[in-house]
């Protein structure tokens, strides 16, 4: 089991950043690939981006390319989503999830969540 506990969300203009963190304990979170999704109201959850164990290799959305960075810090059992130049549309709340597996866009494979945390971009 692991318990994961996202912060970082809050309320940011158009063209804004945010850092989010997602706060890992219970069994080794190097065992785990990582990844951020959100979910907007009235849509499916979708997903952001992915971290392996290592942090050696990373994907994303084509959404968030070159706007938002994934990484890990594995002795303070943390995953980051830094995210730059806010839009609107980036509005949802964001789910922080592990596997033990790869860090693929599926949400079936992800075994643990964190309860979310809010981001708000204003135009």
């Known amino acids: 089991q692991v318990q994961l506990v996202e912060s970082g969300g809050g309320l940011v203009q158009a063209g804004g950043s945010l850092r989010l963190s997602c706060a890992a304990s219970g069994r080794t979170f190097s065992s785990y690939a990582m990844a951020w999704f959100r979910q907007a109201t009235g849509k499916e959850r979708e997903f952001v981006a992915g971290?392996?164990?290592?942090?050696?290799?990373?994907n994303y959305a084509d959404s968030v390319k070159g706007r938002f960075t994934i990484s890990r810090d594995n002795a303070k059992s943390t995953a980051y989503l830094q995210m730059n130049s806010l839009k609107p549309e980036d509005t949802a709340v964001y789910y922080c999830?592990?596997?033990?597996?790869?860090?693929?866009?599926?949400?079936?494979?992800?075994?643990?969540w964190g309860q979310g945390t809010q981001v708000t971009v204003s135009s």
């Open positions: 971290v392996s164990q290592t942090g050696g290799r990373t």
């Open positions: 999830a592990a596997n033990d597996m790869a860090p693929i866009p599926h949400i079936r494979v992800y075994d643990y």
